[in-house]
């Protein structure tokens, strides 16, 4: 069965850095394209970084650009997430999630594009 198992995340004061990795089975990871979303209290899905399967193309939310750097290890089937610069209003819920086919697609809001999703990981940015 496919699975994905977020990790890394915790509380970290404004300006920290945290990186979250999601461990992939079930599936050939190096075949699809993966995501970050999250999920902060009370609001909807926001979409934050994919890559696509090979690992050389990959995008941002402006939100986060500049920030943040996705990365895939295809031989270890992990997707990673490094977050600098941290923001209180990075606080979320942060979900990998996988596409159904190898290149990442924008969609507001994040659903049907995905066919698997981790359980999440809380990343908490307070002083």
């Known amino acids: 069965e496919v699975q994905l198992v977020e990790s890394g995340g915790g509380l970290v004061q404004p300006g920290g850095s945290l990186r979250l990795s999601c461990a992939a089975s079930g599936f050939t990871f190096s075949s699809y394209a993966m995501s970050w979303v999250r999920q902060a209290a009370g609001k909807g899905l926001e979409w934050v970084s994919g890559?696509?399967?090979?690992?050389?193309?990959?995008g941002y939310a402006d939100s986060v650009k500049g920030r943040f750097t996705i990365s895939r290890d295809n031989a270890k089937n992990t997707l990673y997430l490094q977050m600098n610069s941290l923001k209180p209003e990075d606080t979320a819920v942060y979900y990998c999630?996988?596409?159904?086919?190898?290149?990442?697609?924008?969609?507001?809001?994040?659903?049907?594009?995905?066919?698997?999703w981790g359980q999440g990981t809380q990343v908490t940015v307070s002083s």
């Open positions: 890559v696509n399967s090979g690992g050389r193309t990959t």
């Open positions: 999630a996988k596409y159904k086919g190898p290149k990442f697609r924008i969609v507001v809001p994040p659903g049907d594009e995905y066919d698997y």
